[in-house]
């Protein structure tokens, strides 16, 4: 005699059954929860919505308690409901978790109150950035007090990496091939004439960075702004992005910026550090 192979379906089916089952087994559970998650599983394997009955079907469970439970979890946020044909689907809430669980290890996040710290303190504009593909991206900018300079715009320093001590911080420590592919995208753009066009220069700039343990952007982006940036480390090992703050030219006496050096170094360390604490 012929079996016939059960469907899709049907097939759905006995794993939610199982699912179901299965937790029920395991003793000190609670069975409203188990259904709640088993419901969430199985709506979220059909993408199309699913319907009240066929979602009793599917879980082995009777019509009315599918019904209580899938009303609680709209209620909640965590299904909503399409249309009466199409049923229900998966709600807006289950992306707000995982938005609210990744921005609990998002350095931008972490760094924030004390990035904005010392801004104050120092009693000028700062900024955090990463490398974003080959871009530049400031993830954190705090301006300074009256009378402090106006950072160059954001859509600009995207693509000015060589140009910028954020940039330059950052680039000192990715491998040469990453430098290739990120200068090949941008280019060495001259925006005044201490920009730097080549790359030998660039190549010869990094290195000093790496040295000396921080970057300048002297009047390379903007005449008259000077930045100084220190990279950002998880403890220390990769590099995650840097901080950087803006002076005026005329305010970057050698002695200032020795003090701002020191500042942003002091200040970087303590920032890698909190952040390999926070995530061990």
């Known amino acids: 005699?012929?079996?016939?192979?059960?469907?899709?379906?049907?097939?759905?089916?006995?794993?939610?059954?199982?699912?179901v089952t299965g937790a029920e087994q395991q003793g000190r559970t609670i069975?409203?929860?188990?259904?709640?998650?088993?419901?969430?599983?199985?709506?979220?394997?059909?993408?199309?919505?699913?319907?009240?009955?066929s979602i009793s079907?599917?879980?082995?469970l009777n019509v009315s308690t599918c019904h209580h439970l899938v009303t609680t979890l709209v209620h909640r946020g965590y299904l909503t409901q399409l249309s009466r044909?199409?049923?229900y689907a998966l709600g807006p809430r289950l992306g707000e978790l995982v938005e609210l669980s990744e921005s609990e290890t998002?350095?931008?996040?972490?760094?924030?109150?004390?990035?904005?710290?010392?801004?104050?303190?120092?009693?000028?504009?700062?900024q955090f950035a990463v490398l974003s593909e080959t871009s530049l991206l400031t993830k954190l900018s705090f301006p300074g007090g009256e009378g402090s300079v106006a950072e160059p715009s954001e859509i600009e320093k995207m693509t000015a990496l060589h140009a910028t001590a954020t940039g330059k911080a950052i680039l000192a420590w990715i491998p040469d091939t990453e430098l290739v592919r990120v200068i090949s995208a941008n280019g060495l753009t001259s925006y005044t004439p201490r920009s730097i066009t080549s790359l030998s220069g660039l190549v010869e700039e990094l290195r000093l960075v790496r040295r000396r343990k921080y970057?300048?952007?002297?009047?390379?982006?903007?005449?008259?702004?000077?930045?100084?940036?220190?990279?950002?480390?998880?403890?220390?090992?990769?590099?995650?992005?840097?901080?950087?703050?803006?002076?005026?030219?005329?305010?970057?006496?050698?002695e200032y910026r020795q003090h701002l050096i020191k500042e942003m170094i002091t200040a970087a360390n303590t920032f890698s550090n909190k952040l390999r604490t926070l995530k061990t």
């Open 31 to 53: 069975q409203s929860v188990d259904r709640a998650l088993t419901v969430l599983e199985t709506i979220a394997e059909a993408r199309d919505g699913m319907t009240v009955s």
């Open 85 to 87: 044909t199409r049923g």
């Open 215 to 254: 970057a300048v952007d002297d009047e390379e982006l903007r005449d008259g702004v000077v930045c100084i940036g220190t990279t950002i480390r998880e403890g220390a090992g990769a590099v995650i992005g840097s901080i950087s703050v803006t002076v005026s030219a005329e305010r970057a006496t050698e």
């Open 1 to 19: 005699m012929k079996h016939e192979q059960p469907n899709q379906f049907e097939t759905q089916a006995q794993s939610a059954k199982a699912l």
């Open 106 to 126: 998002d350095p931008a996040v972490l760094l924030e109150k004390d990035l904005r710290d010392l801004g104050a303190r120092l009693g000028h504009g700062v």
């Open 57 to 60: 079907e599917m879980v082995g």
